[in-house]
C-alpha cells in the first residue's frame, strides 16, 4: 500500500489530468518530442524516375507507410495520420505521420503528430483511433510498445484547441493507461490498436482493443467514465475461435434504413453494427454485421455470418489494416486502408518508399441487409478530364477492343454489360467455393461460355503486359453466379513481384441487372468496384513496358458468347497535390 503522503500525491496528479483534459486545457506534463522531419521538405522524386508513384492516391514522398490512423474531420479540416517510418522504406520504428486536406484529394504534409519520446512507446508508436470529447474535442487512443517490447495504450490530446490543423499533440502524465499485466491475462505482444470509442446508456466510454488468447482472436472490451481511468470487463465485446490475433478491430453502426453515416455512438431498432477485424495469420481485414447490445455490451453477428478468412471482406485484393470515421459534415462514414506492396523488399528499397493508401470510400449496407457496399468519395469525380464514351456495343468472343483517348496510366474507367443468352452459361461445379481460387484457375486468357469479360488495364501494345478485371457468369443449382476477377499473372515482365491473381462472388442478378464495372489507374494501382461496390479488389503491379506513355487499356470478350456493352466512359484522372 501507498504511503498517506504518495497517495495523495498521485490523487491530486489524477485530479489535476482528469480536469484538465475534460475542461480547455492542455495535459502539460512529458509532452511529444518536437522533431524536426518535415515531410514538405524531402525532394520530390520525378516520374522518368519513378514511373510507379502514385498521382492521386495518397502517399508520402518516400520511406515507409502503412495503417491509416485516427483519420477525422475537424473544423472543417480533414486529418489522416498513419504508421510512418521516417528512416526508410522498411518497416522499423513507427511514429504518426499527419497530413491535412479540406477536400480528402489534395493533402498537405504537416510535422509528426506523435513520436517515439517516452519509455512506454520508445520502441513505436503504433495504430489507434480518434474519439472527439464533448464539446467536439478530439483525443487519440494509440498502442505504444515500451522498452520492454510490450504493448499499451496511451492518450494523447491536441496542444492549441483552436488550431483547426492540430499541429502539435501533448501525451497524458499517466500513460500507459491500459496495460498488459499477469493479472489480467493478455499476452503483452498481442495487445494493440485501440478503436474510436463510444457512449453507452450509462453515459460511460467504450473502447474495444486487438488481441488473442493462443488462437482465439478477442476484442478487448474497455470501459471508463472519464477517458483516464479504464477498466478491462470480464468478458470481450466478441470473440471467435481458430481466427489468430485481431488486429485493428473497427466497430461502428450502420443504418438498416438509408445509406447515410452515423456517429459511433448512434443505436437503436433501425440500427445493425459491423465489426471488422485485420487478420494478422493471412493479412485479410474481415468484417461481419450484427447487433450490439449496449445493456450487456455483447455482439452477435447475424446469423449465416462467416468470422474465419472465407467470411466477407471488404476488399479482396490488397487492402489491409482499415480504419472508418463519421464524416459529421456530409453525414457519411469513411473508409480508409493501406495497400501493401507487391514489390520486392530490394526493389522497396532502391525506389526508396512502400505502401499507399486506398481511394477513401463512402461505406453503407446494402439493402439486402447482408454486406456493406463501398464506393470512391465523389470528390475524386474533380480529377475527371477529357471524357471518352464508348457508343453502346456488341462485342463478340475473342474480341479485343482499345479505349483510346485518355491517360491510360493515369484513368478512371466505369463500363457495364450486359448478357441475354444466360442458359448457355457454364456450370459451377458445388466444390468451387474459393473465389480466388477459382480465378487462378480460369484466368483471363481461358475461354468459358458466358466470360471472360472485362477491361485489359495497365496494358502494353503488344499484350506482353496487362492486367485482366473481368467477370464470369456461372449457371448454378439455384442460381446464376458472378465472378470477378483481377488476374495480375501477367502484370509484368518482372519476375520477383508478387503476382497473385484475385476473385470474388458478386451478389448481383444477371437477370435483372447490368454487370457494372468501375476501376481506378494510378500507375502502379488498379482499384476495382464490382455491382456498384458490392465486392472490390485492389491490386499493386509494376509492369516493365506498360509504363507512363506506354500503358494502353483494352476492353475484351474471351468467352464464347458475345456480350453488349451498353456504356462505357473513362476519363483521364488530374494530378493531385499529395505532401
Known amino acids: ?50 514511373p510507379y508513384r502514385t498521382s492521386y492516391h495518397f502517399q508520402p514522398s518516400k520511406n515507409w507507410m502503412n495503417d491509416p490512423n485516427g483519420p477525422m474531420i475537424y473544423k472543417g479540416i480533414y486529418h489522416l495520420f498513419y504508421q510512418y517510418n521516417p528512416q526508410g522504406p522498411v518497416p522499423g520504428h513507427k511514429v504518426w505521420a499527419h497530413s491535412t486536406s479540406t477536400d480528402l484529394v489534395n493533402w498537405t504534409p504537416q510535422v509528426p503528430a506523435i513520436v517515439r519520446s517516452q519509455d512506454y512507446d520508445i520502441n513505436g508508436c503504433w495504430s489507434g483511433s480518434v474519439t472527439f470529447l464533448p464539446g467536439h474535442r478530439p483525443a487519440i487512443l494509440y498502442t505504444g510498445v515500451n522498452l520492454q517490447h510490450q504493448q499499451g495504450q496511451n492518450l494523447a490530446v491536441p496542444k492549441n484547441l483552436s488550431d483547426p490543423y492540430l499541429i502539435e499533440w501533448v501525451k497524458s502524465p499517466l500513460n500507459p493507461l491500459m496495460a498488459s499485466t499477469a493479472a489480467n491475462g493478455i499476452n503483452a505482444s498481442s495487445f494493440r490498436d485501440p478503436t474510436t470509442a463510444w457512449v453507452g446508456r450509462d453515459g460511460r466510454w467504450r473502447v474495444i482493443i486487438g488481441s488473442k488468447r493462443d488462437r482465439m482472436g478477442m476484442a478487448l472490451l474497455y470501459r471508463s467514465k472519464d477517458f ?23 466497430f461502428f453502426p450502420v443504418s438498416a434504413q438509408v445509406p447515410v453515416g452515423l456517429d459511433t455512438s448512434s443505436n437503436g431498432p433501425n440500427v445493425k453494427h459491423v465489426l471488422k477485424v485485420s487478420l494478422d495469420d493471412t493479412k485479410h481485414d474481415h468484417y461481419t454485421i450484427g447487433t450490439y447490445n449496449s445493456s450487456t455490451d455483447k455482439y452477435v453477428p447475424d446469423e449465416g455470418s462467416v468470422e474465419s478468412d472465407s467470411g466477407l471482406r471488404y476488399d479482396y485484393g490488397k487492402f489491409y489494416a482499415s480504419k472508418t470515421f463519421f464524416d459529421s459534415k456530409n453525414n457519411r462514414r469513411i473508409l480508409w486502408a493501406w495497400i501493401n506492396e507487391s514489390s520486392s523488399v530490394d526493389n522497396d528499397i532502391k525506389k526508396g518508399w512502400s505502401g499507399v493508401q486506398a481511394i477513401p470510400r463512402t461505406l453503407w449496407l446494402d439493402k439486402s441487409g447482408k454486406q456493406l457496399v463501398q464506393w470512391p468519395i465523389v470528390e475524386i469525380e474533380k480529377l475527371r478530364t477529357n471524357q471518352v464514351d464508348l457508343p453502346n456495343k456488341l462485342i463478340k468472343g475473342g474480341t479485343v477492343l482499345e479505349v483510346s483517348g485518355i491517360t491510360a496510366a493515369q484513368a478512371d474507367v466505369v463500363v457495364s454489360f450486359k448478357v441475354k443468352e444466360l442458359e448457355r452459361a457454364d456450370s459451377l461445379d458445388p466444390t468451387w467455393s474459393d473465389p480466388q481460387m477459382l480465378c487462378s484457375r480460369k484466368g483471363a486468357l481461358v475461354k468459358g461460355s458466358l466470360g471472360p469479360f472485362g477491361l485489359l488495364v495497365m496494358a502494353s501494345k503488344g499484350l506482353q503486359e496487362y492486367t485482366a478485371v473481368f467477370f464470369r457468369i456461372f449457371k448454378g443449382q439455384n442460381k446464376y453466379v458472378v465472378l470477378m476477377c483481377s488476374d495480375q499473372s501477367r502484370s509484368s515482365l518482372n519476375h520477383s513481384n508478387d503476382k497473385t491473381t484475385y476473385g470474388a462472388f458478386l451478389d448481383v442478378d444477371p437477370l435483372q441487372e447490368k454487370l457494372s464495372l468501375r476501376t481506378l489507374i494510378d500507375h502502379s494501382i488498379v482499384e476495382s468496384f464490382g455491382g456498384g461496390g458490392k465486392s472490390c479488389i ?9 509504363v507512363e506513355d506506354g500503358t494502353h487499356l483494352y476492353i475484351f470478350n474471351n468467352g464464347n458468347q458475345s456480350v453488349g456493352v451498353p456504356k462505357l466512359s473513362a476519363w483521364s484522372m488530374k494530378k493531385a497535390r499529395i505532401n
Open 1 to 50: 500500500m501507498a504511503r498517506p503522503s504518495s497517495l495523495l500525491h498521485l490523487l491530486a496528479r489524477i485530479a489535476l489530468a482528469v480536469s484538465v483534459l475534460l475542461g480547455h486545457g492542455v495535459l502539460h506534463v512529458r509532452g511529444s518530442r518536437r522533431v524536426n522531419w518535415n515531410l514538405q521538405n524531402t525532394v520530390e522524386s520525378t516520374s522518368v524516375l519513378q
Open 228 to 250: 483516464v481511468h479504464w477498466t478491462q470487463a470480464q468478458r470481450p465485446l466478441h470473440s471467435a475461435e481458430n481466427t489468430g490475433m485481431w488486429e485493428c478491430p473497427d
Open 538 to 546: 485492389t491490386a499493386r503491379v509494376y509492369p516493365l513496358l506498360a
